[in-house]
């Protein structure tokens, strides 16, 4: 698959190395921190990192350092949010607090041979996303999640032996949190109705079969 997309890239772009981004119409700052810095750089990791780990919501009095102090490279997120779209930080938030139940993968035993690779796969994994120069945009949470997100199902599966309370209040919180984040991206936000977009995607689908 390396392969094929560096293919596809000298096909696109006449160099095996060149994925496009020098040609993405994004806001001004993306393009600019892309063009001074690059697409991966070590002085985008304290932004990235303040992100994914303790990014939190838009407080009225927050104890740490607000997300667009520690992401100066960025241009502040400018949306007329309403409502309850207030109080998220479209720039991110804490994978720990968008997902509680990944608190319980510490858990795990560290002496277990899979345990120890999923965590060597997640911090493989998330150097290089912390180098990105973008935390992911508008976002309920840490969107680049999903890179790694199979290692932590992994550590999840070795550390939760049995449903106990706290387990079903995690994954409960979890779910009634992700619940709440299609809510505030897809309907308060952007004014989508995600089932009637299903159900579109759905009539397409079946007009380009049959």
């Not at 858990?107 to 345990?115: D, Q, S, T, W, Y």
């Not at 999903?146 to 599966?157: A, P, Y």
Request: hydrophobic share 50%; net charge negative; charged share 10%.
């Amino acid at each position: 698959m390396i392969l094929v997309m560096l293919l596809g890239n000298y096909l696109r772009f006449g160099n095996f190395m060149d994925f496009g981004y020098l040609y993405v119409q994004g806001t001004r700052s993306l393009t600019d921190a892309f063009s001074s810095g690059g697409g991966f750089n070590p002085r985008y990791m304290p932004c990235n990192m303040y992100v994914s780990l303790i990014g939190l919501p838009n407080l009225s009095w927050n104890p740490l350092p607000s997300g667009d102090d520690m992401c100066q490279h960025l241009e502040p997120i400018i949306h007329d949010f309403t409502g309850l779209s207030e109080f998220f930080n479209p720039l991110g938030m804490s994978i720990f607090l968008t997902t509680p139940a990944f608190l319980l993968i510490f858990r795990a035993g560290f002496r277990e041979p899979l345990v120890q690779s999923a965590w060597l796969g997640i911090l493989a994994t998330i150097t290089v996303l912390w180098m990105y120069h973008t935390t992911g945009w508008v976002q309920f949470g840490y969107r680049y999640t999903l890179d790694f997100i199979v290692f932590l199902i992994l550590l999840l599966s070795q550390s939760i032996k049995r449903i106990a309370f706290v387990e079903v209040m995690l994954i409960g919180c979890s779910v009634l949190l992700g619940a709440t984040g299609v809510y505030l991206m897809y309907y308060m936000t952007f004014g989508i109705i995600w089932y009637e977009m299903a159900l579109e995607m759905l009539h397409k689908i079946y007009w380009i079969i049959f």
